[in-house]
Antibody
Framework: EVQLVESGGGLVQPGGSLRLSCAAS????????MTWVRQAPGKGLEWVSV???????YYADSVKGRFTISRHNSKNTLYLQMNSLRAEDTAVYYC???????????????????WGQGTTVTVSS | EIVLTQSPGTLSLSPGERATLSCTAS???????LAWYQQKPGQAPRLLIY???SRATGIPDRFSGSGSGTDFTLTISRLEPEDFAVYYC??????????FGQGTKLEIK
């Protein structure tokens, strides 16, 4: 079964750090684009970061320089290291598989097709 | 920066009715890179539509997507009780790399 399970959320003080994990089963993390998306309480979805299968990483401006996305291939796990946390980082954090395919010289985006259940991060003193 | 604006913010309909949700981009978006998601309270989002009009695996055929350029539509032909949720459009590819609309809440009238 294709599945993502996040862990690592919790309560942290402003300025603190937290590392989120996202364990995958049923597919290989390193062969896929993998993203983190967050949702503040009562708000909409906000993209946070992506790691491409080739290893390139990209971040939303709101977290650039503070968050780092990475993966551990042998553990088939995605991570999000979050430093210098702020109150506005409080949210449910979801990891998702980001499906891309290329065929005949063209590339297509097939959406974020597998999601974890989310882990809650609360930044508060 | 591409901004996706969804309308209406809230849509009140009855089971059996047809729902039409709109997503308007601030600049042209490749239809290949436009997706729709459904989210129910306390749950993760679920992919409904990718490539503007292709249904994801397991999605009933009452859900359909259309549009191009700056205007995209998600249509639910006959609403079932389980369809009442929040719906998001999302684009990939332009700075920022991924953008979500603010969502449309579909509620029971």
């Amino acid at each position: 079964e294709v599945q993502l399970v996040e862990s690592g959320g919790g309560l942290v003080q402003p300025g603190g750090s937290l590392r989120l994990s996202c364990a995958a089963s049923g597919f290989t993390v390193s062969r896929n684009y993998m993203t983190w998306v967050r949702q503040a309480p009562g708000k909409g979805l906000e993209w946070v970061s992506v790691i491409y299968s080739g290893g390139s990483t990209y971040y939303a401006d709101s977290v650039k320089g503070r968050f780092t996305i990475s993966r551990h291939n042998s553990k088939n796990t995605l991570y999000l290291q979050m430093n210098s946390l702020r109150a506005e980082d409080t949210a449910v954090y979801y990891c998702a598989r980001d499906a891309h395919r290329c065929s005949g010289g063209s590339c297509y985006y097939d959406g974020m097709d597998v999601w974890g259940q989310g882990t809650t991060v609360t930044v508060s003193s | 920066e591409i901004v996706l604006t969804q309308s209406p913010g809230t849509l009140s309909l009855s089971p059996g009715e047809r729902a039409t949700l709109s997503c308007t981009a601030s600049q042209s978006v490749s239809s290949s890179y436009l997706a729709w998601y459904q989210q129910k309270p306390g749950q993760a989002p679920r992919l409904l539509i990718y490539g503007a009009s292709s249904r994801a695996t397991g999605i009933p055929d009452r859900f359909s997507g259309s549009g191009s350029g700056t205007d995209f539509t998600l249509t639910i032909s006959r609403l079932e009780p389980e369809d009442f949720a929040v719906y998001y459009c999302q684009q990939y590819g332009s700075s920022p790399m991924y953008t979500f609309g603010q969502g449309t809440k579909l509620e029971i009238k």
